[in-house]
């Protein structure tokens, strides 16, 4: 059965530092998803990507965050300079039509 | 904005005893409402969905979920717990005509022996 993927499964950087993301979505999906969920939270929606640009996107999503969709097969999130409050887990979907499919997430820890 | 409200923060049950999750939502159109399932350190596993038609849906490991229009729930049940069905459990809400989903605060599930 076709699963998203995520990579790394754990990343930590310094505070200020830039780090990216990486998803891999299911091969014929054509809607992608960030949501994160920091610990003891709900999971919360980030951004929505479709035909190569944002759909929607929270007031989380703010400058420091970017998406791209750089070649047929990743779809990657950037933190531009991370900040104590963005480590969480990030969660990755992907969907073709109205179920999303999330990947395992990747914990972002930022010092 | 819609909302949803999962009540029980955290829910402890026996083995082999029956399990209702709770869900409300609050939005004033049917919206798309699932049922999502995460074990520790994993990600988030679709239990199952609902979109219209029978408000009774059954889902993957024996779950079943029921759609009451008239409360504003889409409760989550189970018949006979397994140890193995604990976990967290999220209800999330999709508005017709937008892309994300609204998640529950989740609820926590404990299966004693």
């Known amino acids: 059965e076709p699963e998203v993927t995520q990579t790394p499964s754990h990343q930590v950087t310094q505070m200020g530092q830039e780090v990216i993301l990486r998803c891999v979505p299911i091969s014929n999906h054509l809607y992608f998803y960030w949501y994160r969920q920091i610990l003891g939270q709900k999971v919360e929606f980030l951004v929505s990507?479709?035909?190569?640009?944002?759909?929607?996107k929270s007031e989380i999503f703010d400058d420091q965050f970017s998406v791209e969709r750089p070649d047929g097969s990743n779809f990657t999130l950037k933190i531009r300079s991370t900040k104590l409050e963005d480590s969480a887990m990030y969660f990755c979907?992907?969907?073709?039509?109205?179920?999303?499919?999330f990947g395992p997430g990747t914990r972002l820890t930022v010092l | 904005a819609q909302s949803v409200t999962q009540p029980d923060i955290h829910i402890t049950v026996s083995e082999g005893a029956s399990l209702e999750l709770r869900c409300n939502y609050s939005y004033g159109a049917t919206p798309y409402l699932f049922w999502y399932v995460q074990s520790p350190g994993q990600g988030l596993q679709l239990l199952l969905k609902y979109f219209s038609g029978d408000t009774l849906v059954q889902g993957i490991k024996g779950f079943e979920a029921e759609f009451k229009r008239s409360q504003s729930s889409f409760n989550l049940r189970k018949p006979s717990v397994h140890w193995s069905d604990a976990a967290e459990y999220f209800c999330?809400?999709?508005?017709?005509?937008?892309?994300?989903?609204?998640f529950g605060k989740g609820t926590k599930l404990t299966v004693n022996p």
């Open positions: 979907a992907s969907t073709s039509t109205d179920t999303q499919y």
């Open positions: 999330a809400v999709e508005k017709d005509g937008s892309e994300k989903l609204v």
């Open positions: 990507f479709y035909n190569n640009e944002i759909s929607e």
